[in-house]
């Protein structure tokens, strides 16, 4: 990809975003020692391959594929935190939030990235 980011950039990407749109949701992660990105950054690396049903997986790899860019990657995850927001400040343990975050078979991605 042309302008294509490397994972260290699409994770400060992914970083600002969610700061932006759920700061409260930041500090509340961070607070209960659960980096946002902790959770995260697996599901960029693998491109949500594994987590996502196999046609949101490819959805998803369509627009990467339009944008010639991986930023929808960090803008999914991003998106998929705010959509879970309720869950994950009531959340009090990494363990948690891990186990809430770690099922994203019923996300569809079209809607997430509106």
Same mark, same amino acid.
């Given at each position: 990809?042309?302008?294509?980011?490397?994972? @260290?950039?699409?994770? +400060? /990407? %992914?970083?600002?975003? $969610? #700061?932006?749109?759920?700061?409260?949701?930041? !500090?509340?992660?961070?607070?209960?020692?659960?980096?946002?990105?902790?959770?995260?950054? @697996?599901?960029?690396? +693998? /491109? %949500?391959?594994?987590? $996502? #049903?196999?046609?949101?997986?490819?959805?998803? !790899?369509?627009?990467?594929?339009?944008?010639?860019?991986?930023?929808?990657?960090?803008?999914?995850?991003?998106?998929?935190?705010?959509?879970?927001?309720?869950?994950?400040?009531?959340?009090?343990?990494?363990?948690?939030?891990?186990?809430?975050?770690?099922?994203?078979?019923?996300?569809?991605?079209?809607?997430?990235?509106?």
């Amino acid at each position: 990809a042309g302008g294509a980011p490397s994972l @260290p950039s699409l994770c +400060r /990407a %992914f970083e600002a975003l $969610l #700061q932006e749109v759920e700061p409260e949701v930041c !500090w509340h992660l961070q607070h209960i020692q659960c980096p946002p990105l902790r959770i995260a950054f @697996p599901w960029m690396a +693998r /491109a %949500f391959v594994g987590y $996502l #049903q196999l046609e949101q997986v490819l959805l998803l !790899w369509d627009r990467v594929v339009g944008y010639d860019s991986l930023m929808p990657l960090a803008m999914l995850a991003a998106a998929i935190m705010a959509f879970r927001r309720e869950i994950l400040l009531a959340a009090e343990r990494y363990e948690e939030v891990k186990d809430v975050m770690d099922d994203l078979s019923q996300m569809k991605v079209a809607p997430l990235l509106q």
